[in-house]
């Protein structure tokens, strides 16, 4: 009897327990319902309030934006020219910030410090609108990088310091290739400002210590290589000869067996030479190719066009403001008048 009641005790535990969780489903998807329903709830009276006051907002909106256009038309046409460039020695960190400093210059209407920087006269400057430089994101600049680090640290320092790491610290200012963007109201101003900025860097003493110090390791390494390639050259040469030569030689008996194990062993000697000619010329290729890229500070890749070309007007900034204030202002006002509305309700009640 006591078995039965234990077996019934079990049976009323796992009821309840049941209960339990099928109470919890039921809340969970009941949840769920509500969420859902207050959303489509919420989404309908923003249709309500959208259809009752849609007159209303197209009005701000056209206001606003021909009061945008009419901003617009009266700052002119705006023109646009670019300059890619490729810095060398770390400089791109330098470049940033002068561009920057240059755009401060526009921004505060440094009129003075733009015409002695780039000696161009005051219409001139006045007419620059915005300086601005971007990075040309290359996933190979990253992995290049990251090779010339694996190689110039040793096997401990590199474990500690993974590929996915170097890829998160990687910095913009340390991509190959930037293009800088000048926007200004005379179409003809760009030509004069591009010498300006290279040279900027290019004079920077620091750069072109680091330029020279480069140079000469580049010569130095270059003249090594080349002598190295003409002592292999040399001594394939008298390689070959010394073959010609036993080859010439009349061997009679086991003598014919030694002078061709000596042909043979001269001929492996010219394929080693000739496999360490041709890693000597990789290596002239890739410093020739070294010298190429490094030759300046900074390459220019582009330059400035001689005439800038205009900016889509559907792109000016006034248009888009016009009519994102005139709907915000709009939206302030309705809501202004429908809690006025209800706080007058609510003391009448």
Known sequence: MSANKKNTEEEVDLGSLFVIIGKGFSNFFNFIGSLFKNLFHLIILLLLFLRSHFVKFTIAAVIGGFSGAFFDFNKGKLYRSYLKVQPNFGSGEYLYTNIRYYNELVVHRNIEELMRIFNISEPEALSLKSFRIEDIEDPNDIVESYDKLVKAVDTLTIKNYPYQKFNKNFRITNYRTHVIYVDATDNKVF?????????????????KEVKKLNDENLNRLDSTLKNNLKQVDSLRKTYIRVMIEESKKD??????????????????????????ENQINSRLKAVSDQKARESQI?????????????????????????????????????LLKDLNKYLENYKSK
């Open 251 to 276: 061997f009679k008996g086991t003598n014919i067996d030694l002078g061709n194990a000596a042909n043979n062993r001269y001929s492996g000697n010219e394929i080693e030479l000739f496999n360490v």
């Open 191 to 207: 030509i004069k400002l591009g010498d300006v900025i290279i040279s900027k860097v290019n004079e920077n003493p620091y750069f």
């Open 298 to 334: 900074i390459n220019v890749i582009t330059g400035f066009k001689p005439v800038g070309y205009e900016v889509n007007p559907l792109s000016r900034k006034y248009k888009v403001l016009g009519v994102l204030g005139a709907l915000i202002l709009m939206l302030g006002l309705i």
